[in-house]
């Protein structure tokens, strides 16, 4: 495909930004949402409640770096 020709470009960056559109939203609505908050405001008491600290944030990290490679990608 050429990627010069802006109907192609701009169909693809839609579904892009559709697709991660779609992920942010199923997280917004999961139970991870509120582990996340949890560990961030307060991740001792997270822990204490029986929250994975380590794996919530490698989770995250693995998240915003795919964000973050199809955002460098495009």
């Given at each position: 495909?050429?990627?010069?020709?802006?109907?192609?470009?701009?169909?693809?960056?839609?579904?892009?930004?559709?697709?991660?559109?779609?992920?942010f939203w199923l997280i917004?609505?999961?139970?991870?949402?509120?582990?996340?908050?949890?560990s961030a405001e307060l991740?001792?008491?997270?822990?204490?409640?029986?929250?994975?600290?380590?794996?919530?944030?490698?989770?995250?990290?693995?998240?915003?770096?795919?964000?973050?490679?199809?955002?460098?990608?495009?």
């Amino acid at each position: 495909y050429d990627f010069y020709n802006s109907t192609v470009f701009l169909t693809a960056l839609a579904i892009l930004t559709l697709g991660v559109s779609i992920v942010f939203w199923l997280i917004q609505r999961s139970p991870f949402s509120r582990s996340l908050r949890a560990s961030a405001e307060l991740p001792l008491a997270a822990l204490a409640l029986g929250k994975n600290i380590p794996v919530i944030n490698t989770i995250t990290f693995v998240i915003a770096s795919g964000v973050a490679g199809v955002a460098g990608g495009v």
